[in-house]
């Protein structure tokens, strides 16, 4: 059975008008089968791609200066998608930023917010996102089951935003650690970090976090609530499903929480500081959280304990 969001096959990558490009700072791995490809091509371009090539522990492309991919060309497309066409990439590349999650009776796929596309698609949705499956849904499993109760709680617009998470966690029968901002941000600036705008808007944050006007922004957001309930959606569906046990899963509904607090009060802090906070902006952020977290185990389980 293969679930995904009504969404997901709304994503194609916009290449070069891309601001933040996947193939500049990402190490590239190149799996088995397309490594085996690769060295079957012939002339020069063959010779390209096998000299850009590091065959030691996990096959990868060797990066350029600025971590660019070898293949990215100076108008920042892809040498290869150019050359041998798009079937031709390695699976990372032909997949990012797509995610799946290989479960018991079933495999979810979805769209990861890593990618500002993918974050415009899931944000800008303003219908209440809905799975859609090749296959009749039937389960028994316990955790799926409270997924998709708790994707019902946080689509509840009767209700604001904060009693929906509240009413998630009490789905989970847990309550969160009451972790400061300002303490957040510490949890945060100790983590592996990839880009050095994310650590100094943290470092911004946890300078203002006290001071920080949200009645206004409140006002604001008013009429843009869904946007942080497809945020809510999305974390809940790509993390919570695939818990080993019903701890785990507690962890990780208050990590949503924790994730939706440290996102508002960021864009807090962008309207405190320049008098709005536009789509795109909420789009950078959510995109800065996933790369810096969600792609990084251990920072990902970190933010799991302390949740």
Known sequence: MHIYPDYYDKFKCIADKCKHNCCIGWEIDIDEDTLAYYNSIEGEFGKRLRDNIELSDTPHFKLKSEERCPFLNDKNLCDIICTLGEKKLCTICSQHPRFHNELPDRIESGLGLCCEEAGRIILSQKEKTTLISDEKITTDDEIILLRDEIIRALQNRDKSID??????LALCDTTENNISIKELCDVMLSLEMLDKNWGELLSLLKENCEQLDTVDFDKY???RQH?????CVYLIYRHFANSPDLYEAQSRACFVKLAYRLIYHLGALIYNKKGNFDLSDHIEVARMFSSEIEYSDENLYTLFDIA
């Open 163 to 168: 009693e929906r998470l509240y009413d998630m």
């Open 221 to 223: 957001m008013s009429q």
């Open 227 to 231: 946007e942080y309930e497809q945020f």
